[in-house]
């Protein structure tokens, strides 16, 4: 394989929860190929999410090689490599950046304890005005924080915790940084600032010392190691950026920069992200203000419910049919699941999903807060429960579009990417449940075109983050219009969505 250009050429990682994708791109933004590998996680009790950071740097040596021994060319013609990164895990690690434990990743959810004790010490609100994250057990410093409480031998040997992206930049290059985003993810960073924040370091009790050192996520942190150089096969003197956590690298690769325009990421998790050229805050605290891939930009943005996650259950657990289908080269299980649901009506005739599986971050963030059907008759079939799992993510959705206009954002397009933008039954719904129209780039897989504009950036195949995203990205000519009468009965289907999440908010309390 060869780029229509001959190269050069970068590549950017999206090192997710379920699997790594490594993308090969030239320097025009033409994708020329990638490679997937997925990998493991482990749920030992409820509420509690893990994976063997391991997996991550054997995963990307593994995709990365694929790339490199696919070249027609010389591996000296891949100038660059970044990653984007699953944000709000924490790993702990020894001097030598050898794991004490396996990560938390970003749906555990074990560490309420410790986030409800240092809300005696500093006021939620406060804790927001410091460092534009909520006092939510899913950001890391709570992770870290129940590691010091309930392993303490394991503490005792720590010499860094750190997010899964400053993981794999050490695993690669062996520099120990973070980049503003990543390190916003930890709840320890002045958005305003881009530095540590002392009131909040002084609450936590973590010295800075424990941290990665702060960069920009375009920064050239140095070349690969002659390690991880002899397991891919790139060449020795490939450049690397610091990257930048998933969600913001999926903006970036949407393109979306202008006001107004929000960036829908849905994966396991779904991110919402609005660009601004400022730090902005929520009066409800429902999103949250994070840096920019970007070292320019900030974002607003609700760091993600579960959503294509409960999909993938819902696939999993109850289409074994679809399932066989797909093994046997008949067609996409997620495709062939969501066909039977499309000619229902709106509403799912009375049926709510809430898209609470692991917690809610929409209408209010809730760790302790459920799934569940609501509504179900005789009448019902599966293919209503299908229906309702994607207007259940639709109305968190809306949710969080509210709170940023509440932050002052004009919002008036959506643009939808990852995994969960491939279904147009569900591209619908969202259309007509927000009443705005939703696009989709040329591709939706944009957090590896992120990193690989992070890459490009980095390792000088690009002046600035505004010509590489011009190169890069590209749309879909056809949009989603929402349709009058369907975003009218979802009106009263969305009301009744929050009255039952906040009938049920004493249940889920009562545990």
């Not at 993510?393 to 643009?415: E, F, H, P």
Request: aromatic residues 8%; contains cysteine.
């Amino acid at each position: 394989m060869s780029s229509p250009a001959g190269g050069p050429y970068v590549i950017g990682c999206d090192v997710g929860s379920q699997g790594t994708n490594a993308a090969l791109y030239g320097a025009d933004g033409t994708l020329v190929a990638s490679a997937y590998e997925g990998y493991d996680l482990a749920f030992p009790h409820p509420g509690w999410a893990e994976q063997d950071p391991s997996a991550w740097s054997k995963a990307l040596m593994s995709t990365i090689g694929q790339l490199v021994a696919g070249l027609d060319e010389r591996s000296e013609a891949i100038k660059g490599l970044s990653f984007g990164s699953q944000l709000d895990g924490m790993v702990v690690t020894d001097a030598s950046g050898r794991p004490l434990r396996p990560a938390m990743i970003w749906m555990d959810r074990r560490a309420e304890a410790q986030a409800a004790q240092l809300a005696t010490r500093m006021s939620p609100a406060d804790f927001y005005g410091n460092v534009g994250a909520n006092l939510d057990s899913s950001h890391a410093v709570f992770k870290a924080l129940w590691v010091r409480d309930e392993e303490p031998e394991i503490f005792a040997e720590a010499a860094f915790v750190m997010p899964p992206g400053s993981f794999v930049l050490r695993e690669t290059t062996g520099v120990l940084a973070v980049d503003y985003s990543n390190a916003s993810s930890l709840a320890l960073l002045d958005p305003r600032t881009r530095a540590w924040s002392e009131p909040v370091l002084d609450v936590t009790g973590l010295g800075p010392e424990m941290l990665p050192e702060l960069a920009a996520g375009t920064q050239a942190v140095g070349t690969i190691t002659a390690n991880f150089a002899e397991a891919t096969g790139l060449s020795p003197d490939t450049v690397v950026a610091v990257g930048c956590g998933d969600e913001m690298a999926a903006t970036l690769g949407a393109g979306v920069f202008s006001p107004g325009e929000v960036c829908d990421v849905v994966g396991t998790a779904e991110p919402v992200c609005a660009a601004s050229s400022e730090p902005r805050e929520d009066p409800t605290m429902l999103v949250e203000c994070h840096p920019h891939a970007d070292p320019d930009a900030w974002l607003l943005e609700n760091p993600g419910f579960v959503s294509g996650g409960n999909l993938r259950w819902w696939r999993d657990q109850f289409a074994p049919l679809e399932r066989r289908a797909e093994a046997e080269g008949n067609g996409d299980a997620y495709d062939l699941l969501t066909r039977e649901a499309a000619d229902l009506p709106p509403g799912s005739e009375g049926l709510l999903f809430l898209p609470c599986m692991q917690g809610a971050m929409a209408p209010e963030w809730n760790g302790a807060a459920r799934a569940v059907f609501y509504g179900l008759t005789l009448a019902h079939s599966r293919a209503h429960m299908t229906r309702a799992l994607l207007e259940g993510s639709a109305y968190a959705l809306r949710d969080i579009l509210d709170a940023m206009r509440n932050a002052g954002l004009d919002v008036r397009r959506l643009t939808m990417v990852g995994g969960g933008a491939k279904g147009a039954l569900w591209r619908q719904i969202k259309a007509d449940v927000t009443g705005l129209p939703v696009r989709i780039p040329t591709s939706v897989e944009t957090t590896a075109t992120g990193a690989a504009i992070l890459a490009a950036v980095g390792s000088g195949v690009h002046p600035t983050v505004a010509s590489a995203v011009d190169a890069f990205v590209a749309f879909e000519p056809e949009e989603h219009r929402p349709d009058p009468e369907r975003q009218e009965a979802y009106e009263e289907a969305y009301r009744r969505y929050r009255d039952l999440y906040f009938a049920l908010k004493p249940v889920f309390a009562a545990g």
